[in-house]
């Protein structure tokens, strides 16, 4: 393939060194719009061979070593994002960064706040909004003259938003800036209508929801057709996967399969993993709206684990959210608790405080029993991280979750005899102990679907200590692990 594609390649000998570079750049970062990332890489052969390594810049000026600095780092975020290079992310983080103390230097502040939104772009992967956020406003401050770079970080600023469920925020930057978007290539015209849908999906109302869900679909027909236009298979792949999503949201579930399937081959065909990722999440989603628990499970785990490889904790949330319903929906209470407390956990430390409020209510709407403490901190969490969110369905949900508690409340001391509440129990220790030791283990083995090297993890024991107490002191518990690997002798 390498060999093939380098000789389509356009003779450059006759230009200097600089010239060269600045050739590769422009280029790969066309490419890159397109959506063709191994094309985009591809040129900047011999410059730079692979993400990770450092781009050679041997004998070129400053401005253009600040130049490549920037587009390797742009095909860095993107290409890791796309291949599951969790590292990716902060490898390029530091080569933008680079890039800007360049371009400093030389005084060259467009280009500073050209470089600044693409590292926005990394943080917003990584779930820190509000830093993302920052540095896209201080951008636009300086890229005040209409063009591509202004268009680019006016949609990466209500991708943001959007992230940050800020839906009327989203829609307004995209409205107030109609005509720029318009006025520029068929990427970004399809971004900007497929960016639309996606909001505007968020903001339909019960009253009006299948008029306005056609408008959604009709909105995301449009950015196909400019990114048909402009050859770039990703993104149709992505806008097949939002319609599918709609379809779901109108119970055309059957037309839904067709469009993801659609979806998921575009992906497969470019090794997009993380947008495969999507589709597969996606698909969780109509699986479980037909009650098809077992496979929404599973689809919603293999795009949990992608995520989690790529470093996407936004989206890793959202696939464990989805994971955790299904679950929930099996009778797997304890995993299902495991999940939606792992999905709290990586969007609260990733700052995306709006998914972990998701998270939080989805576990009080879908376990039934959970300890009180729990119960407690899962509801006031989720009405705080909530109480910002423009999503007209989250504020529903909330109110509904609320009323259900204040119900079990009431009737709560009902199901046990007072009298027997009042009176201390007396208790044997080691019993107790035994009790309690194989409650511990029974849970750690729910969570992690039988594995006793991930329990023994969750219990922070050895491998061989918790196999050890399972065979001598809870034996019952045995038919909740997973079979036992005997290693095969090698021969002598």
Not at 190 to 202: E, P, S
Not at 295 to 316: D, I, P, W
């Amino acid at each position: 393939m390498r060999t093939a594609s380098r000789k389509s390649k356009p003779d450059l000998s006759h230009l200097p060194a600089t010239g060269r570079a600045g050739y590769r750049c422009e280029r790969a970062l066309e490419l890159k719009d397109r959506g063709e990332y191994d094309a985009a890489q591809e040129i900047m052969y011999p410059l730079w061979k692979s993400v990770g390594e450092r781009p050679n810049t041997t004998g070129l000026n400053p401005t253009v070593v600040a130049e490549v600095l920037f587009c390797v780092g742009v095909l860095t975020g993107w290409i890791g994002s796309r291949n599951e290079i969790k590292e990716a992310n902060d490898a390029a983080k530091d080569l933008l960064t680079e890039s800007i103390r360049l371009y400093e230097s030389l005084g060259d502040l467009r280009k500073v706040a050209e470089v600044r939104s693409e590292l926005a772009l990394c943080y917003w992967r990584a779930g820190a909004l509000d830093e993302a956020r920052v540095m896209i406003n201080e951008s636009l401050e300086k890229l005040t003259a209409p063009g591509i770079a202004r268009a680019s970080a006016l949609i990466n600023l209500s991708v943001i938003e959007w992230s940050a469920a800020r839906y009327k925020k989203a829609l307004k930057i995209l409205n107030d800036n109609a005509p720029l978007f318009e006025r520029t290539s068929n990427t970004t015209k399809g971004t900007y209508h497929n960016q639309r849908a996606m909001i505007l999906r968020k903001l339909v109302t019960p009253e009006n929801r299948v008029d306005q869900l056609r408008k959604v679909i009709a909105e995301y027909e449009e950015a196909e057709a400019y990114f048909k236009l402009a050859r770039n298979t990703v993104n149709r792949a992505h806008i097949k996967n939002n319609i599918g999503n709609v379809l779901r949201d109108l119970h055309r579930y059957s037309e839904a399969h067709e469009y993801l399937e659609q979806a998921r081959r575009l992906t497969v065909i470019v090794k997009d993993k993380v947008r495969t990722a999507q589709v597969d999440e996606t698909r969780a989603q109509v699986f479980i709206a037909q009650h098809r628990y077992a496979e929404a499970e599973s689809a919603a785990g293999n795009a949990a684990r992608s995520f989690a490889k790529a470093g996407r904790q936004c989206f890793l949330t959202d696939a464990l959210i989805v994971q955790g319903i299904a679950l929930a929906r099996l009778n797997q209470t304890e995993r299902a608790r495991f999940t939606f407390q792992k999905a709290i956990e990586v969007a609260h430390q990733a700052g995306a405080l709006n998914r972990a409020g998701l998270a939080a209510l989805t576990m009080l709407e879908e376990i039934d029993q959970l300890p009180p403490e729990t119960l407690f901190a899962a509801y006031e969490k989720a009405g705080e991280w909530l109480a910002d969110s423009q999503s007209q369905d989250a504020k529903q949900r909330l109110e509904a979750v609320g009323r259900k508690l204040a119900l079990e409340l009431r009737g709560e001391w009902k199901s046990e005899n007072p009298i027997e509440v009042l009176y201390n129990k007396s208790l044997h220790l080691p019993d107790e102990v035994l009790s309690y030791e194989r409650e511990l283990i029974s849970n750690a083995l729910t969570k992690v679907n039988g594995s006793v090297t991930y329990a023994a993890k969750l219990l922070g024991v050895s491998h061989q200590r918790l196999a050890y107490i399972l065979e001598t002191r809870h034996r019952d518990l045995l038919k909740e692990r997973t079979p036992v690997r005997r290693r095969g002798r090698k021969d002598q």
